[in-house]
């Protein structure tokens, strides 16, 4: 094996490191989320946000919506605001911003 064939199949291996570190990060990010929850007041309904999925690949987000009794499913794509913080947009026309920041894990205490 000559010394660019060497170089190569290093180059390859580190490539693949840092892919599989990169996915187990982005992981571990979904895994600190999942059923994280955020209650929002519409002026009329109390609507409670549950987060199912989060692909920061695909940049979107699932949730489950639980408004006056009943309870749908929907994806919104992920946005950043100036500093950089993750939200989404919800409402007839997209008016209300939730950020990620707001949801707090089920079972957290606040002590």
């Known amino acids: 094996m000559d010394v660019l064939e060497l170089h190569s199949t290093i180059k390859k291996k580190i490539m693949s490191l840092m892919k599989t570190s990169a996915n187990v ?20 309904y109390e609507i409670t946000f549950n987060i199912l999925d989060i692909s920061f ?22 946005l950043r605001d100036k ?18 920041d707001d949801f707090v894990n089920i079972g957290e205490d606040d002590d």
């Open 25 to 44: 990060n982005t992981e571990n990010e979904s895994r600190k989320y999942y059923l994280s929850e955020f209650s929002y007041y519409d002026g009329e």
């Open 57 to 78: 690949v695909y940049e979107t987000i699932t949730v489950a919506i639980t408004r006056a009794g009943r309870i749908s499913q929907d994806t919104f794509p992920l």
């Open 83 to 100: 500093d950089g913080k993750l939200y989404f947009e919800f409402g007839l026309f997209y008016e209300n911003k939730i950020k990620l």
